[in-house]
């Protein structure tokens, strides 16, 4: 059930260098050109960018922390097309800085002397999260712009949502703001992304959690397992906006009325989602669909969907010994009438990765595995809002932190980053993360037997990350200096099957101990079938690179750089002295933005 006519990719670029500047380097004889930074105007009135630009400003320009994207062409061009893009979340010391003076420090945000927020800061941080559809074009002098179209649109941490699936509708959604259960508004922490057979665009929610306040001190699976501890204060506090606004208030799950309607004890179950967002209806109100599972979703990649045969995709759960999930679609693919409706009824599955390289896929579906109401799991929806306890129930493989997935195109096998884990102990190691301190992380893979709904697989590592002594590439042999990484996170397999690897060494690690040979967070192309890999791109200081796609004709390369900056200390920030300027240069607080990367010879990127 696979090809054997797969041909080999070409890296047919010179490796860049490991990067320590604040800047962005490509290949010789490409170039690239910085697009769409935080707080572009996109829409409405047009507010230019400015530091004390207002909360309902940021609502027509572009969000912060720019991370998995797509683009939509417009009628197949390759010039012509809608940019969508996730914004995971934001840093309120650059988000405030004209308010603070440029004196907040990392993870602070400005409090009112009684310890309430400011409404208007919070509403412009709900704002930067979310979601960015705009329309771009490129010029004849090869230059690629933002139109100020129709089109453009910002999805927020405030849009009105529909809930779809097995979930929607029952006791565990029903909040104040939605009584049935069937509405919710915002989506948070929107990492990676997915992109549907029938064209749409998916937003994962990964780290939503952190989000929410609970004082209650008995709370349940739904949250606990989630990481919503008693007493939590939450992220950004955003519950204690000094306007009281209802939209605020609900951050706060704690049971404050005498039942679910009085409250939102039940708004986090209404995250952790994949958000599907139909780019070319800026009508159309965005779904969070229930049955692919509620976790800290990283993104989700479909298999090429098969006329008559079911829809297939899968899922990662980035948190340390969590899972990698397939969601399988009961009714078959027809391109004439296929919508988001298809997830919405299906089987889940979870992972479950064999010592002797084969492995096996998990259903977490009513009466399957053990999942029945004496073991704890009522029915379909309280297995899928607890989707984390049902896999635990069912023993699937505890994972090194499950990132991106991509999808071979010729060969349908699909591959997933595992960024790192430096919490398995010795002895905890297992085939498929098999070492006990994986600060490099690796790359699994894995070939579904006869078809991507089956049940049953065959995998093995295509990579183990690291510096020139602790790693190992697909022929056995450690990197070389032109492909020393760690943390892989983005990932991407172009229609010519080269495999596009983005790191994402964490701001605490980046630059410094076992971290500082690796330099800035990077991209690397790599060879399927000989396993070569090779830098493509090192970024400015601070940041991650994630995020990557091409227009159709594969001559123009769109990346995410997101949070340069970030590991400014705090003592350098009360200084003044901010570590990153990119992309703006001067003494311009650092934005993250997108990368358009082209050759000069106008040929394909990476061949
Ligand atoms: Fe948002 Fe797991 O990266
Ligand atoms: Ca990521
Ligand atoms: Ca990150
Ligand atoms: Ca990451």
């Known amino acids: 059930g696979r090809s054997t006519n797969a041909t080999s990719p070409s890296l047919g670029f010179t490796a860049v260098p490991i990067g320590n500047a604040d800047n962005v380097v490509v290949p010789e004889g490409y170039r690239v050109q910085t697009l769409i930074p935080w707080g572009t105007p996109i829409n409405g009135d047009i507010p230019e960018f400015a530091y004390d630009n207002s909360g309902a400003e940021q609502a027509q320009q572009i969000?912060?922390?720019?991370?998995?994207?797509?683009?939509?062409?417009?009628?197949?061009?390759?010039?012509?097309?809608l940019l969508v893009l996730n914004h995971e979340y934001v840093e309120p010391r650059y988000l405030h800085a004209a308010a603070a003076g440029l004196a907040l420090n990392r993870?602070?945000?400005?409090?009112?002397?009684?310890?309430?927020?400011?409404?208007?800061?919070?509403?412009?941080?709900?704002?930067?999260?979310?979601?960015?559809?705009?329309?771009?074009?490129?010029?004849?002098?090869?230059?690629?712009?933002?139109?100020?179209?129709?089109?453009?649109?910002?999805?927020?941490?405030?849009?009105?949502?529909?809930?779809?699936?097995?979930?929607?509708?029952?006791?565990?959604?029903?909040?104040?703001?939605?009584?049935?259960?069937?509405?919710?508004?915002?989506?948070?922490?929107?990492?990676?992304?997915?992109?549907?057979?029938?064209?749409?665009?998916?937003?994962?929610?990964?780290?939503?959690?952190?989000?929410?306040?609970?004082?209650?001190?008995?709370?349940?699976?739904?949250?606990?397992?989630y990481g919503i501890a008693s007493r939590s204060e939450g992220r950004y506090q955003w519950h204690r906006a000094d306007s009281s606004a209802d939209e605020f208030v609900r951050f706060d799950a704690s049971s404050h009325g005498a039942s679910a309607h009085d409250d939102y004890r039940n708004e986090p179950h209404a995250f952790g989602y994949m958000v599907e967002?139909?780019?070319?209806?800026?009508?159309?109100?965005?779904?969070?669909?229930?049955?692919?599972?509620?976790?800290?979703h990283e993104g989700v990649v479909f298999a090429p969907a098969v006329e008559g045969q079911p829809v297939v995709c899968y899922s990662g759960d980035d948190a340390r010994f969590e899972y990698i999930y397939k969601f399988v679609s009961r009714r078959p693919y027809h391109a004439a009438t296929a919508d988001g409706s298809l997830l919405d009824d299906g089987t889940l599955y979870v992972a479950r990765f064999h010592e002797d390289g084969s492995g096996e896929w998990l259903?977490?579906?009513?009466?399957?595995?053990?999942?029945?109401?004496?073991?704890?799991?009522?029915?379909?929806?309280d297995i899928l809002v607890n989707t984390r306890s049902a896999?635990?129930?069912?023993?699937?493989?505890?994972?090194?932190?499950?990132?991106?997935?991509?999808?071979?195109?010729?060969?349908?096998?699909?591959?997933?980053?595992?960024t790192n884990n430096t919490s398995r102990e010795a002895g905890q190691e297992d085939a498929a993360n098999p070492r006990a301190d994986n600060s490099f992380g690796?790359?699994?893979?894995?070939?579904?037997?006869?078809?991507?709904?089956?049940?049953?697989?065959?995998?093995?590592?295509?990579?183990?990350?690291?510096?020139?002594?602790?790693?190992?590439?697909?022929?056995?042999?450690?990197?070389?200096?032109?492909?020393?990484?760690?943390?892989?996170?983005?990932?991407?397999?172009?229609p010519d099957r080269r495999v596009w690897i983005q790191s994402d060494i964490g701001e605490s690690d980046m630059n410094r101990g076992i971290y500082e040979v690796f330099g800035n967070n990077q991209m690397l192309a790599a060879d399927p079938d000989s396993g070569e890999i090779r830098r493509f791109l090192t970024g400015p200081i601070g940041q991650e690179i994630t995020g990557v796609i091409t227009t159709p004709d594969q001559r123009t390369m769109f990346v995410n750089v997101q949070h340069p900056g970030a590991t400014?200390?705090?003592?350098?920030?009360?200084?003044?002295?901010?570590?990153?300027?990119?992309?703006?240069?001067?003494?311009?607080?650092?934005?993250?933005?997108?990368?358009?990367i082209t050759r000069e010879d106008g040929g394909i990127i990476g061949a």
């Open 363 to 381: 259903a977490l579906a009513p009466g399957e595995n053990g999942l029945t109401p004496e073991n704890g799991f009522e029915d379909l929806a």
């Open 63 to 81: 969000g912060s922390h720019h991370d998995g994207m797509h683009f939509f062409p417009i009628e197949g061009s390759s010039t012509d097309g």
């Open 107 to 225: 993870d602070q945000f400005l409090q009112n002397d009684d310890g309430s927020r400011d409404a208007d800061q919070v509403l412009k941080e709900l704002n930067a999260h979310g979601v960015s559809i705009v329309r771009i074009r490129q010029d004849d002098s090869g230059q690629w712009q933002v139109v100020r179209d129709a089109f453009n649109r910002r999805v927020t941490g405030l849009t009105p949502m529909h809930l779809a699936g097995p979930i929607a509708g029952t006791a565990h959604v029903q909040t104040k703001y939605s009584p049935d259960g069937s509405m919710v508004r915002g989506t948070l922490n929107n990492c990676a992304h997915g992109v549907t057979p029938w064209n749409t665009y998916l937003a994962a929610e990964e780290n939503w959690a952190g989000y929410f306040a609970n004082a209650d001190t008995e709370i349940d699976r739904r949250q606990t397992r």
């Open 568 to 596: 400014t200390s705090e003592e350098g920030f009360a200084a003044g002295r901010h570590l990153s300027h990119w992309p703006d240069g001067g003494d311009a607080l650092p934005r993250s933005a997108t990368l358009v």
């Open 277 to 296: 967002i139909d780019p070319f209806d800026p009508d159309a109100v965005p779904i969070k669909h229930t049955h692919l599972g509620r976790f800290a």
């Open 442 to 494: 690796h790359i699994i893979r894995w070939r579904e037997d006869t078809a991507h709904a089956a049940e049953r697989f065959e995998w093995d590592l295509f990579v183990l990350a690291g510096d020139r002594s602790d790693s190992r590439d697909l022929s056995g042999d450690t990197l070389g200096e032109e492909a020393i990484f760690a943390s892989p996170d983005g990932l991407w397999i172009d």
């Open 391 to 418: 896999a635990d129930h069912v023993g699937a493989t505890k994972m090194d932190r499950p990132e991106w997935g991509a999808v071979d195109p010729v060969t349908g096998q699909v591959y997933f980053t595992l």
